[in-house]
């Protein structure tokens, strides 16, 4: 019975954005609905049909411009993401999504950003690294605490996938951007961002960037930022003595052998 209501779907979408500019609102409703429909008959359509009927449907709903339907894509995104291959979400998906990044509507913002989460994995390192990095970073200045603090805890989570060097270049501004945040719920993130990448950042990095800024915040306003900097504090001072010790010993092992 699903495989009948797939192309039935399809069809909507297709004459629904043909007919867009001219009926608007007839247009919205048919996508609001069929795009949720479609959700569902996706898992269980062979690779070879999707890519055939139904990719080049749902990539040009895409090219709406309209919030309601830009909303039902950005809900129903997890399985088409499953569907695609990392080539499709790099040129034709990643730049549409991330467009709505300059919507005025703060919903459609958080949802976009909230989306990424299906689609980080097939990113390519270039995408990955740069694009995305730069438009996370912006979105760090967002009016809306809720979106600058969910932005953070993004970059929390997809900090080991980074490169190394982009790691030590970029992963510090970030953290620390958030942690000097007006708003505690994102000084809390930044503080929880830290607690979840110091072992990535080289002892250099934690000491003369990390360091300084985590202090401030353990005499914070707020209980549970005071609470997390310390911590992060107490694991960087254990850091720093680790490099201490080894240090010292390097320089024994160095004084013994010239003897």
Known sequence: RLHKIGPKLVLMVEQAVRDFAGSRDASRATLCNALPALAGVLPIIPDDVFKARYLEPLMSVWAVNDRGVRSALLHNLKPLAAKVDSETVVRRLFDPMVAAFADSNKTIRELTLMSLVHIVDKLDE???NDKLLRLLNRLQSDPDHGIRTNTTIFVGRIAPKLKP???????PAVILKAMRDPDHHARLAGAKALQA??????????????????CVLCLDKSTAVREVSISCADTIVTRLRRNHEASRKAEGDSKNDSA
């Open 126 to 128: 270039r995408t990955l």
């Open 165 to 171: 060097g982009t790691r030590q270049r970029a992963l």
């Open 197 to 214: 990448c110091v072992g990535l950042f080289d002892t250099a990095t934690l000491a003369t960037k990390i360091m300084p800024q985590t």
